[in-house]
């Protein structure tokens, strides 16, 4: 069990992550966000959009944790949903999606009481999580897409221009 110190950091980081991510991508043109860089590494404006399907799917689960007894969490294929047309829209759409859905799971997280830490839903391909592993599970997705979008970033200003 995290302590109350250690979720709140974890809040704090998924309330940020909206804002530090627009931070990143901010000022990018179409041909910096949609040229994949790296071998086997998304594209920048996949990856913003990626974030936002899921980290809709998280706030959905968040709440079935919360209303339902050990609701199921279903599993999707985040590499097929990557190459559905909405992957094309500005990802000014995803970022405004990010702002909304942040600011709700926040007040969520926000509330719980210790007992709630504790509750669980059954993940398709995962098993039993509960609403403690939900908040680690998208701190870490939160610090890995950063992550991943700094290094897509870097590897674009070392690539060779034409």
């Not at 790296?38 to 706030?59: F, Y």
């Not at 969520?108 to 009481?113: G, H, R």
Request: glycine residues 4%; proline residues 4%; negative net charge.
């Amino acid at each position: 069990m995290l302590t109350n110190d250690q979720r709140s950091a974890k809040i704090e980081a998924i309330r940020r992550f909206p804002d530090e991510l627009a931070n990143i991508v901010s000022g990018l043109s179409k041909t910096q966000l949609t040229t994949p860089y790296l071998a086997e590494e998304w594209s920048a404006q996949r990856i913003v959009h990626h974030t936002a399907d899921s980290h809709m799917n998280g706030l959905i689960r968040l709440k079935l944790v919360l209303t339902a007894e050990e609701p199921p969490l279903v599993a999707y294929d985040q590499d097929e949903w990557s190459t559905l047309p909405d992957v094309e829209l500005p990802i000014e759409v995803s970022l405004g999606i990010l702002r909304g859905v942040h600011q709700r799971w926040c007040a969520i997280w926000d509330s719980l009481q210790e007992a709630d830490w504790t509750r669980t839903g059954i993940h398709t391909e995962n098993g039993r999580i509960s609403t403690e592993d939900l908040l680690n599970i998208y701190d870490n997705h939160c610090r890995a897409h950063l992550d991943q979008l700094k290094r897509v970033l870097a590897a674009a200003n070392t690539a060779p221009t034409t």
